[in-house]
């Protein structure tokens, strides 16, 4: 049974109103309330919140039954029944005004009051509903305008088989279907045959059913046929039941993102093909290949020498033979002559710029439908042109579409610069290297007779005695001077033969321990001179199959650049035998040491890690060093930190490139 209906009583006489009062419990009701005034009333009734208010007309004070009842409504939202004893015209015309749920009339028998008050509540009760349908419809019709309006996104509505259901703007603009083209089709209007033929519009369905939603990515069909990349979320419509009643479907179209990522990745793989060979004619037909599937059928490339003439051509298509029959045709084109940088042609015929020559209009045997070709300069100069063509119906090129060729186009161009500046800067390495070679040998052919006559002077000078002490010395002078350069001169011959790949090693069984202890030997008065301490550890023989003169060499410019930058402090020098097999000389100053970017390159040519000014030198000795100890099968490093000195260690295989090296068996 239901809560009992609860009734507020307004009524000026006391025992009315405690008679009705019992009267209506008879009849069931709940009595929250009653009130003697209009003023009561409401503060009563808005306190107790009934159900409905039984409201006498007449009342004491100065609000009648009417007015009491006119505030309530505007307070509350609850059904009024007039108890009136009579009633002239005026009256229920103000009565009538409040909107009031019914009237009982004064005297009444229960039954009518009960009918009063039961007709009243249902009144109350359907208009309520009546109203709150009224607000849910006009929300309902607002979301579909809403919907309706939406541009970007397609929203439309399936039932349960997946036929369109609904269908808005942007569901239009989207796939170019009309609302009335659309509804009651079936969503695999806007999949592609092949999606169809795998059942996807079906498996997409019954995943969005089993799992609550289904989103994914994929191409659709357009009214026209063309294809677009759709994100589609799919929702399924289910009654309170539980009970499929369709599916709600969002559908994005990501064609331009797409088109945009792929635009950008494309131009990555040309750039890195452009890149990917030093010879640029490969990296553009690389490129080429990358182009003509990515942006149009073909992709053309011409390229002139200097004066402007086609000097050769570079096509890509997928069908192989057709590329080759192109190229071996020259492409067709007529060059537009040397001269600023200038768009041939752009586009289709009508979106040539004004004034544009002729360009590869007549590409042999390509119907051209839309073409593009640009520039490819080379410092400024027209150096040729990327071409790209579509064949059949495709449409012309858009903006993006010729920014994207555009790009590719600067960017060929300065991979061919490039190219180019790479092959002047090899010319001029190449052609430094030779001077050098020559230079170096046409030093060395006076220095040698040179050398000689300088000692007969000596010892001439020697003999004849009475010629004074200080011409003796002036010769020998030029004795040390001379034999510099001499050292010098050979440094630069052997630089020469290791870039010319020509450094033969002579290799016998050498005593590493001995070869060295004989070069310190050798520097002592060197070392004397410097004021420096200069002792070899080598106490036992370390034996192996060396070239014995450029193992000297070695330890020679070791020892040299030791004391060099060794500030005058003690240059230890030590061979043994590390391990097994392996023989090694370090050398180690206390001098002004090396910073670890000098030591990156110091063993490179020409490169120096100290001040020229103040130490002189080539920039020669340990690249020399480090090729010879290389040719050996061995390694060369440095331990040194800025002020602290150096160590130069050298590790050589024992029996070093038996099979490698010519020379006498061991
Ligand atoms: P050069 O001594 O003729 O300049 P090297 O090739 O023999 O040429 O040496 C290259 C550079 O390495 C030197 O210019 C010097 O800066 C640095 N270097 C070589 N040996 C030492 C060392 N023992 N201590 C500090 N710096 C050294």
Not at 162 to 179: K, L, M
Not at 253 to 271: I, K, N, P, W
Not at 435 to 441: C, E, N, P, Y
Request: with cysteine; net charge negative.
């Amino acid at each position: 049974m239901s809560a009992p209906r609860r009734v507020f009583i307004v009524e000026d006489q006391r025992l009315i109103a405690a008679d009705l009062a019992s009267t209506l419990r008879r009849l069931g009701y709940e009595v929250v309330g009653s009130a003697a005034s209009g003023e009561e009333a409401v503060e009563g009734a808005v306190r107790t919140r009934p159900e409905l208010v039984l409201m006498d007309i007449r009342l004491e004070g100065p609000m009648d039954g009417i007015e009491a009842a006119g505030e309530l409504r505007r307070r509350l939202d609850v059904p009024i029944v007039y108890l009136t004893a009579y009633a002239d015209e005026e009256t229920i015309l103000r009565a009538k005004l409040t909107g009031p749920f019914g009237y009982v009339v004064k005297p009444f028998n229960e039954r009518e009051l009960r009918a009063g008050i039961e007709v009243a509540l249902y009144r109350h009760e359907t208009e309520r509903l009546l109203a709150e349908e009224r607000a849910q419809r006009a929300a309902a019709e607002e979301f579909r305008l809403l919907v309706q309006s939406v541009q970007d996104h397609a929203i439309i509505r399936l039932d349960a088989d997946g036929r369109v259901a609904s269908w808005n703007a942007g569901a239009e603009r989207i796939t170019g279907y009309p609302a009335d083209e659309a509804l009651g089709r079936h969503v695999e209007l806007f999949y592609t045959p092949e999606d169809v033929a795998a059942g996807r519009p079906r498996t997409n369905l019954e995943r969005a059913a089993r799992e609550g939603r289904a989103e994914g990515e994929g191409w659709r069909v357009r009214r026209d046929g063309a294809r677009f990349w759709a994100n589609a979320t799919l929702t399924p419509l289910r009654d309170p039941d539980g009970r499929l009643r369709g599916f709600a479907k969002v559908t994005r179209d990501l064609t331009e993102r797409r088109r945009g990522e792929a635009h950008r990745a494309l131009l990555d793989q040309v750039t890195v093909a452009l890149a990917s060979s030093l010879d640029a004619d490969e990296g553009l037909r690389r490129a080429a290949r990358l182009l003509a599937p990515g942006l149009g059928d073909w992709c053309v490339v011409h390229l002139t020498d200097d004066e402007g003439r086609l000097a050769r051509t570079i096509a890509a298509h997928a069908d192989a033979a057709r590329a080759a029959e192109v190229e071996a045709a020259g492409g067709g084109w007529e060059p537009a002559g040397p001269g600023p940088a200038r768009a041939l042609v752009t586009g289709r015929p009508e979106r040539q710029p004004a004034g544009a020559p002729e360009g590869p209009a007549a590409l042999p045997g390509l119907p051209a439908a839309a073409f593009v070709s640009l520039p490819v300069a080379l410092r400024g100069r027209a150096y040729g042109a990327l071409t790209l063509a579509r064949e059949g119906a495709a449409g012309p090129f858009d903006d993006e579409e010729l920014a994207l060729a555009e790009e590719v186009a600067r960017r060929a161009g300065l991979a061919l610069d490039n190219a180019r500046l790479y092959r002047e800067a090899q010319e001029a390495i190449r052609a430094r290297d030779e001077f050098l070679q020559v230079a170096s040998h046409e030093l060395k052919t006076p220095l040698t007779p040179l050398l000689l006559q300088l000692d007969s002077l000596a010892l001439a000078l020697r003999k004849a005695n009475g010629l004074g002490e200080r011409l003796s010395s002036k010769v020998d002078v030029a004795t040390r001077q001379t034999v510099r350069l001499n050292r010098l001169v050979d440094s630069l011959l052997d630089v020469s033969r290791i870039t010319g790949g020509r450094l033969e090693l002579l290799p016998e069984e050498v005593d590493l321990a001995a070869v060295v202890r004989d070069v310190v030997q050798r520097f002592q008065p060197e070392a004397r001179r410097v004021g420096c301490d200069l002792v070899v550890r080598a106490p036992a023989p370390v034996v192996g199959w060396w070239d014995r003169l450029r193992l000297e060499q070695v330890a020679c410019n070791l020892l040299s650049n030791a004391l060099k930058y060794g500030a005058g402090g003690p240059v230890e020098v030590e061979v043994v035998e590390a391990a097994a097999g392996v023989a090694r000389l370090a050398v180690a100053d206390r001098g002004i040491g090396i910073d670890e970017e000098g030591q990156r390159r110091i063993f490179s040519r020409f490169e120096r890690a100290a001040s020229v000014r103040h130490y002189g030198g080539l920039g020669l000795g340990l690249f020399i060093t480090r090729r010879i100890v290389e040719e050996h099968g061995g390694t060369i490093t440095v331990r040194s930190r800025p002020g602290e000195g150096a160590t130069f260690t050298v590790e050589l295989p024992v029996r070093a490139l038996e099979g490698a090296c010519p020379g006498p068996a061991p």
